[in-house]
């Protein structure tokens, strides 16, 4: 019964969950457990769903080694609710903060930011167009910075910062959309980890931010209550009602990434999946890559053929073929194959016998 009627679906998000997931919440959708009533249905302040609460938040704890050190929030408003929530949260201490522009995202990040203190671009890869990740000798780190901000996978470009940026004393704050829980991260080495969760991790409606509780506590006066840290540490994410059933499905996809071997696991698995691909493109005449090889994202390959008319063609013919959403974000053009944590082994290895299928025949 597998995939008979599913489709390889390479959106950029929301994007595919494992189809076991699905599988669950559509038997469990209208009597979770005997309550008689739906996970959507229950008040979040219920024995039942504070069970789901917590065993949710303690699988992410456990699966991504956050240390005590950190809290889990569970907000709503997604990963651009942090673009304001950081800077309200964090500059308090002295207006200043870093931002490594990289890519569309963190080019917005650093816009909101601006609103609220004095923010420097402590690089930029806007030159060539985030076709690569700039060095550690590159970056400009203010030693009295409230915070440095970068984003671990840029998910239009198709880059990937493959070292942690060394900043000295000053706090890493890192927007992890587009590769959070792919492989294991040294949580420790960050001040604030975010993410919002529909690529990876659940149906879009929240972003998970990992906070270092000492950091929290310092938001600027004017920060609103729905967006305060300390707030959310205390009240454990529910001064309102959190988006229950998110954090439900988060739990069920948690629990098939245990069944994957956790974020030890994935890493595996998802740079298996982008090798296939990577390996098609290397040794192809009709695509090419659009990243520089080092900076090469393990969850969004981009490439192109360099004629637009060729790409729509590719496109169109994929699609028929059953490969949906592969049509780059118009900032880069071209291709982009999204290969999240969801994406079996089996469409990776489709797609790339169908590339290689048609470049021979075209
Ligand atoms: C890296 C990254 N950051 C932020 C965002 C914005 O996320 P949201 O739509 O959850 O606000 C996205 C969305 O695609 C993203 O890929």
Not at 73 to 93: C, D, K, R, Y
Not at 265 to 290: C, N, Q, W
Not at 327 to 351: D, F, Q, T, W
Request: glycine content about 8%; hydrophobic content about 40%.
């Amino acid at each position: 019964m597998m995939f008979k009627d599913r489709i390889f679906n390479f959106s950029a998000g929301p994007s595919m969950l494992p189809l076991s997931v699905l599988e669950t919440a559509a038997a469990e959708m209208t009597n979770y457990h005997g309550s008689g009533m739906s996970v959507m249905e229950m008040s979040h302040r219920s024995k039942t769903y504070q069970a789901i609460f917590d065993q949710t938040k303690a699988d992410f704890r456990r699966i991504f080694h956050v240390p005590d050190t950190h809290e889990i929030l569970f907000m709503q408003g997604g990963a651009t609710f942090q673009f304001a929530a950081v800077p309200l949260n964090l500059m308090g201490e002295n207006g200043k903060a870093d931002y490594a522009v990289t890519g569309n995202f963190s080019e917005i990040a650093a816009k909101e930011a601006k609103k609220y203190g004095d923010v420097a671009i402590a690089c930029s890869s806007a030159d060539r167009n985030h076709t690569y990740i700039p060095s550690q000798d590159q970056l400009t780190v203010r030693p009295d910075a409230s915070y440095f901000h970068y984003c671990a996978n840029n998910t239009i470009y198709g880059t990937e910062w493959h070292y942690v940026p060394d900043t000295g004393s000053v706090p890493l704050v890192c927007d992890m959309s587009s590769n959070f829980l792919s492989k294991p991260v040294d949580v420790s080495r960050y001040g604030v980890i975010y993410g919002g969760v529909q690529k990876n991790l659940a149906p879009a409606g929240m972003a998970i931010a990992i906070v270092r509780k000492d950091l929290a506590g310092k938001q600027l006066p004017i920060t609103p209550k729905i967006m305060n840290y300390q707030i959310a540490i205390e009240k454990d994410s529910m001064d309102n009602t959190p988006p229950c059933y998110t954090i439900y499905m988060l739990g069920l996809v948690l629990k098939w990434l245990d069944e994957q071997g956790g974020v030890e696991g994935m890493e595996k698995i998802k740079s298996r999946k982008a090798a296939i691909l990577y390996d098609v493109l290397d040794s192809s005449e009709l695509f090419r890559p659009i990243a520089d090889k080092e900076a090469r994202s393990d969850m969004n390959v981009t490439f192109r053929t360099g004629d637009e008319e060729k790409d729509a063609a590719f496109i169109k013919a994929a699609t028929d073929a059953g490969f949906v959403n592969l049509k780059g974000h118009r900032k880069a053009g071209g291709m982009r194959a999204s290969i999240y944590n969801a994406m079996p082994m089996e469409g990776v290895e489709k797609l790339a016998d169908f590339m290689r299928a048609y470049e021979k025949n075209n």
